[in-house]
């Protein structure tokens, strides 16, 4: 049974910093490409970062480029998100993804993802 578990969200003021993790199992963690994804309220979910299966590569929605950062450990089966320089449109539910084997193709797009994670809620206040 494949698992993706997000935690680390919460509430914090504009300008402040969270990490966020997700914690995979079930699933063939090393071979696959990892994304992260958000959904504000009455928006659909966008594309915020993924990294490559080895770690090798990163991509970043250009709204969030220099200040977040993707990371995995591939021993630990996790994968993490550092928010820096939060803003108030970065409130959102954010959620992890697992994408196919070996497959970096559609990293931006939910159909490069087969497993998701249930959300963690991340509030910027102003």
């Known amino acids: 049974q494949v698992q993706l578990v997000e935690s680390g969200g919460g509430l914090v003021q504009a300008g402040g910093s969270l990490r966020l993790s997700c914690a995979a199992s079930?699933?063939?963690?090393?071979?696959?490409?990892m994304g992260w994804f958000r959904q504000a309220p009455g928006k659909e979910r966008e594309f915020v970062a993924r990294?490559?299966?080895?770690?090798?590569?990163?991509d970043y929605a250009d709204s969030v480029k220099g200040r977040f950062t993707i990371s995995r450990d591939n021993a630990k089966n996790t994968v993490w998100l550092q928010m820096n320089s939060l803003k108030p449109e970065d409130t959102a539910v954010y959620f992890c993804a697992a994408g196919r084997p070996f497959s970096g193709s559609s990293y931006y797009t939910e159909s490069g993802y087969v497993y998701w994670g249930q959300g963690t809620q991340v509030t910027v206040s102003s």
């Open positions: 079930g699933v063939t963690f090393s071979t696959r490409s």
């Open positions: 990294i490559s299966w080895s770690g090798s590569n990163t």
